[in-house]
């Protein structure tokens, strides 16, 4: 029994450090655009042969460059 007089106002300040720290993230705007991180990182470029690119020299290069137009 003596534990809980430590334990639920210990809670307590926990609950209201948490809440502090959320209401000050969202009024910061760290919660306004979740969709847009996700979908960058499926619209970067990661091809590494340009110069097989640009030339069409490599038969990869021509199927590539076909595969555009």
Avoid: C, H, N, W
Avoid at 16 to 34: A, C, E, N, T
Avoid at 53 to 64: I, K, N
């Amino acid at each position: 029994m003596e534990s809980l007089y430590l334990l639920i106002p210990l809670s307590v300040l926990i609950i209201i450090g948490v809440s502090i720290v959320f209401l000050r993230m969202v009024s910061k705007g760290q919660f306004d655009d979740l969709d847009s991180p996700a979908q960058s990182i499926l619209l970067d470029d990661d091809r590494t042969d340009r110069t097989a690119d640009s030339t069409g020299s490599t038969e990869a290069g021509e199927q590539r460059s076909s595969a555009r137009t």
